[in-house]
Nanobody
Framework: QVQLVESGGGLVQPGGSLRLSCVVS????????MAWYRQTPGKEREQVAR???????SYADSVKGRFTISRDNAKNTVYLQMNNLKPEDTAVYYC??????WGKGTLVTVSS
């Protein structure tokens, strides 16, 4: 059974940084794409960043230059480094594995 557990969310002031982590159990991630999504109330879930098995990355325009996705296959973990956070980054952030599996999410709140 594949399980994803996100951590690292919290309250941060505008301009601050957070690092999200997603640990996957029940499967090895090294051959699969991993992604981070986010969702706010009343809106559809949107992809924020994706990383391929070959470590190619892609980002939503709204986070380019501020967010960095990375993976550590030895730890079966994917990360999202978020810098220069803005109030509009406030959302529940979800980890996605192989386009099929989801974590329960971690809340990021950017506010002064």
């Amino acid at each position: 059974q594949v399980q994803l557990v996100e951590s690292g969310g919290g309250l941060v002031q505008p301009g601050g940084s957070l690092r999200l982590s997603c640990v996957v159990s029940g499967s090895l991630i090294r051959l699969r794409s991993m992604a981070w999504y986010r969702q706010t109330p009343g809106k559809e879930r949107e992809q924020v960043a994706r990383i391929s098995p070959g470590f190619a990355t892609s980002y939503a325009d709204s986070v380019k230059g501020r967010f960095t996705i990375s993976r550590d296959n030895a730890k079966n973990t994917v990360y999202l480094q978020m810098n220069n956070l803005k109030p509009e980054d406030t959302a529940v952030y979800y980890c996605n594995y192989d386009s099929n599996y989801w974590g329960k999410g971690t809340l990021v709140t950017v506010s002064s």
